[in-house]
């Protein structure tokens, strides 16, 4: 597609239960990144990925959260065992990567609402 | 490591104030200054980026900003607010690497705009 696409939009699910959120990039970016966004702040950096390798999971909040990306294109964040303060919107973003001439801008996805209860 | 800072959470102005928005990052070499705007219900999109050359860069929407190495700032400008510029603003700060990139967000300044 045209952009970056996320899904599902919303998720609603119980405590302790597993997630999964998917990110479609924009076809030949090959950066691509998971940020959380909780109400009322900023964005959270998550996890990078650069093709299907990622050099920085330095944000990644705990070993409950884990991401992939395969075939270069989409990725997977996963979530296990969820609990409430896991609720926020978890955005994507991908960007043409450590190629020559990329500045680093970043295109949006419209994120993926997760509540906990 | 890269930080970003935006000393303001939220700023009011009337429509057709002039409106700046601050912002400061730290970080070891020429950085890769963004800010992005998120509208209410909408996503993220780049307002302007600054990577070398002139400090001033213009962007869409009528905003500009000026990166000051000496000030480690880049500060957010428009010099007459439209109700329509009411959202989150949020400054970013990238590197780039060999191998990698990545970019760090400041925690946003949210505009309210008084008609």
Known sequence: GAGVSQSPSNKVTEKGKDVELRCDPISGHTALYWYRQSLGQGLEFLIYFQGNSAPDKSGLPSDRFSAERTGGSVSTLTIQRTQQEDSAVYLCASSLGATSGNTGELFFGEGSRLTVL | ?115
Do not use: M
Not at chain 2, 48 to 76: C, H, M, P, W
């Open chain 2, 1 to 115: 490591a890269q930080s970003v800072t935006q000393p303001d959470i939220h700023i009011t102005v009337s429509e057709g104030a002039s409106l700046e928005l601050r912002c400061n990052y730290s970080y070891g070499a020429t950085p890769y200054l963004f800010w992005y705007v998120q509208s209410p219900g909408q996503g993220l999109q780049l307002l302007l980026k600054y990577f070398s050359g002139d400090t001033l860069v213009q962007g869409i929407k009528g905003f500009e900003a000026e990166f000051k190495r000496s000030q480690s700032s880049f500060n957010l400008r428009k010099p007459s607010v439209h109700w329509s510029d009411a959202a989150e603003y949020f400054c970013a700060v990238g590197q780039v690497k060999t191998s990698y990139d990545k970019v760090i967000f400041g925690p946003g300044t949210s505009l309210s705009v008084i008609p």
